[in-house]
């Protein structure tokens, strides 16, 4: 039984990872904004907690309980995110930052504050969620490909230094899955398209999203969340 957090726990991915997990028998804290989402998954025996992510001290508030309630954290699940397409011209620099926030340094945060846990501990398992986007980009998905692609080169940085320290980095690229993901990347995209140079073929992009998003043509969540498991149980990997 370990000790897991796991971020971006109120919808899809995050979901379904937590309540496997905590039906696998660990004790997991399910962490996001959302406490209505969150406490559903009180009934499989999920701990949940509030995080913003963008926000450094509720980061510290969030690693501080889980260390006084359970003195260790042994697996970081850093799996929050949203896509914010659009083209480059089009989105304000603000937004990209915002996508960076939450992506990249949001993630950094929390992963600075668990980490001397994990040393002293001489032991954990650290678990990014990138995405096959983080290999190659979508159209309009400029900013979300530059965060994911800057996730891949960081955990594999971040791999090399805590390896003496007995933690693991695993990075997981998960290709299309049914979530709100698809929907919310594609509302960004809309709404950045508006009287903007590339309105009509981001309008379309928009479009065919939405329709792949809210089809059959994704895969389950609950197909990652396996995968996410096995990561959480296994030695080093580096799964698609
Ligand atoms: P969802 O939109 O269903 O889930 C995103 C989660 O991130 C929510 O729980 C949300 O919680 C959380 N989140 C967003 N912003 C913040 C924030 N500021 N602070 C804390 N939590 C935040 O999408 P998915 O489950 O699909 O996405 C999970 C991860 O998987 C993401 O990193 C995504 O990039 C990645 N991914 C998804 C793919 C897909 O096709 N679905 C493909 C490849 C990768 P709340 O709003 O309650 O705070």
Partial sequence: MAIILITGASSGIGYQTAELLAQNGHKVYGAA????????LKSVGVEPIYLDITNEESC?????????????IDILINNAGYGSYGAIEDVPLEE????????????????????????????GRII?????????????????HATKYALEAFSDALRMEVKPFGIDVSLIE???????????AADHL???????????AAL??????????SGNMMSDPKII????SKAVSSKRMRAR
């Fill in 33 to 40: 904004r959302r406490m209505d989402k969150l406490e559903k």
């Fill in 60 to 72: 510290r508030k969030l690693v501080d309980t889980i260390i006084d309630n359970e003195g260790q």
């Fill in 96 to 123: 990209a930052k915002r996508q960076f926030e939450v992506n990249l340094f949001g993630l950094a945060a929390l992963t600075k504050l668990v980490l001397p846990h994990m040393r002293h501990q001489k032991a």
């Fill in 128 to 144: 990014n969620i990138s995405s096959m986007g983080g290999r190659f980009t979508t159209y309009f998905g400029a900013w979300y």
């Fill in 174 to 184: 998960p290709g299309g899955i049914k979530t709100n993901w698809g929907l919310i």
């Fill in 190 to 200: 809309a709404e950045s398209a508006k009287g903007g140079t590339y309105e009509e």
């Fill in 204 to 213: 379309k992009t928009a479009t065919s999203m939405r329709k792949q998003y």
């Fill in 225 to 228: 969340s396996k995968t996410i």
